[in-house]
């Protein structure tokens, strides 16, 4: 089992800048991929962005070029630099993490962004 635990979600104006970070524990070593997802009321979850072990990284069009991800393996954390964020950036974010056949979430930190 992989445990996730999310923190820095929070409220911001639109244009500011926010920084989240999940630490994973457990059976760390499993882990091929980490990355962000976003549940906005009445939507659908969705994924925001993610990085492999390989380095190779995806982001959502409606991030690209604002938001940044970054993953320590050592340290088994993935971070999410989030720049000039709008109000449809308001959400529940979600950590994520793939490992040896298994999905795992962490419990999700609100990000409200107000115009």
């Known amino acids: 089992q992989v445990q996730l635990v999310e923190s820095g979600g929070g409220l911001v104006q639109a244009g500011g800048s926010l920084r989240l970070s999940c630490a994973a524990s457990g059976r760390t070593y499993s882990i091929s991929r980490m990355g962000w997802y976003r549940q906005a009321p009445g939507k659908q979850r969705e994924l925001v962005a993610t990085?492999?072990?390989?380095?190779?990284?995806n982001y959502a069009d409606s991030v690209k070029g604002r938001y940044t991800i970054s993953r320590d393996i050592p340290k088994n954390t993935v971070d999410l630099q989030m720049n000039s964020l709008k109000s449809e950036d308001t959400a529940v974010y979600y950590c994520h993490a793939v490992g040896g056949g298994s999905i795992y979430w962490g419990q999700g930190t609100q990000v409200t962004v107000s115009s």
């Open positions: 990085t492999s072990n390989a380095g190779f990284t």
